[in-house]
C-alpha cells in the first residue's frame, strides 16, 4: 500500500500528460487518416482515424496539381513560394531582434528603457488590426503580388527582441570589460563574443518565426492577387478540405515546420527555457 502511494504522483502526472497528448495529436491523426481517404467516403463517413486505401492516388493528385484560372498552381510553386517567405522572415527576424536587443543592452541609449517598452507595446498591435494601412504602404511601395511585400509588415518580432535582451542581460559584466581591454569595438565585440554565445537562441527566434511566416494566411490573402505568389496555406482552398486530396495537401503543408522542430527540438526548447544556454 504504501508503494502504491509512492507511485501514485508519477503515475498521476504520466497520466495527464498522455490524455494531454491524446488531445493535441488527435487533430492530426485524423488528418492523416483522412488523406488517405476518397473524397466519396469523406462525404459519406466525414474525416476520421481509420486509414483508407487511396494515399497513393491522393498525394499523386496534389503533387500534379495545376490549379487556379491560369492553371498555375502546383503543389512544388506554392512549396517554394512558401519556403521563400518564411526561411526570408526567419532570417531577417532574427537578425533584427539581435541587434536591437544588442543596442539596448550595451548601447547607452538615453531612452533605451522607453524604447523597449514600445517595442513590447507592438504585441498589442497584431498586423491583423492594421491591414488596410499596411496594404496602403505596400501598394505605394509597390510590394503588392511580391515575396518581399508579404515578408516585411511581419518582420519585427517583439518576442524575439525580448528573448534575446533577457539572454544578454545575463551576461557577466566581464564580458564587455574583457572585450574593451582587448581593443575590441562594438562590431568586433558582437561577432567574436555575442554571436558565439547567442547562436542557440537565435536558432529558437529563427523556428519560431519560421512557422510563423510558414502559417501566414490573411496578410497573403490580401497582398497576393497573383496566383504564382500562392503560399501553401492560401492555396489549400483550391483543392478543397473535404476532399482526399485536400487532406493530403494539408498534411503535406504541415510537414515542413513539423521537420524543421523534430531536428532543432533539442536546441529549440533548451535555448527558450534556460537562460545559461550560452554557458
Not at 490573411?218 to 487532406?247: C, I, Q
Request: aromatic fraction near 12%; include cysteine.
Amino acid at each position: 500500500m504504501t508503494g502504491v502511494r509512492r507511485l501514485w504522483p508519477a503515475l498521476r502526472d504520466h497520466l495527464i500528460l498522455s490524455v494531454g497528448t491524446l488531445f493535441l495529436i488527435a487533430p492530426v491523426l485524423v488528418m492523416l487518416g483522412s488523406s488517405t481517404q476518397s473524397t466519396g467516403a469523406l462525404g459519406l463517413d466525414g474525416p476520421g482515424f481509420a486509414l483508407g486505401d487511396h494515399a497513393v492516388q491522393n498525394y499523386a493528385e496534389v503533387m500534379t496539381l495545376k490549379a487556379g484560372f491560369t492553371d498555375q498552381i502546383s503543389a512544388l510553386a506554392m512549396l517554394r513560394n512558401s519556403l521563400i517567405v518564411a526561411t526570408g522572415l526567419a532570417t531577417l527576424t532574427t537578425l533584427l531582434s539581435l541587434c536591437a536587443a544588442y543596442a539596448l543592452v550595451y548601447f547607452r541609449v538615453r531612452w533605451a528603457a522607453a524604447a523597449f517598452w514600445l517595442t513590447m507595446a507592438t504585441l498589442l498591435l497584431p498586423l491583423e488590426s492594421r491591414f488596410v494601412t499596411t496594404f496602403e504602404v505596400a501598394a505605394t511601395l509597390g510590394l503588392v503580388n511580391t515575396h518581399l511585400g508579404m515578408i516585411l509588415p511581419a518582420l519585427a518580432l517583439a518576442l524575439g527582441t525580448l528573448f534575446f535582451r533577457q539572454l544578454f542581460l545575463s551576461f557577466p559584466d566581464e564580458y564587455l570589460e574583457a572585450a574593451k581591454l582587448d581593443g575590441a569595438g562594438p562590431v568586433r565585440f558582437f561577432r567574436d563574443f555575442i554571436l558565439p554565445l547567442a547562436w542557440r537562441r537565435a536558432g529558437a527566434i529563427f523556428v519560431v518565426s519560421f512557422m510563423i511566416g510558414w502559417h501566414q494566411y490573411l496578410w497573403p490573402l490580401m497582398l497576393s492577387t497573383d496566383e504564382s505568389r500562392y503560399t501553401m496555406v492560401r492555396g489549400m482552398h483550391l483543392v478543397g478540405l473535404e476532399s482526399g486530396p485536400g487532406m493530403a495537401l494539408a498534411v503535406l503543408t504541415a510537414l515542413p515546420p513539423f521537420l524543421l522542430v523534430l531536428i532543432f527540438q533539442r536546441y529549440f526548447f533548451q535555448a527558450l527555457a534556460d537562460t545559461k544556454d550560452a554557458f
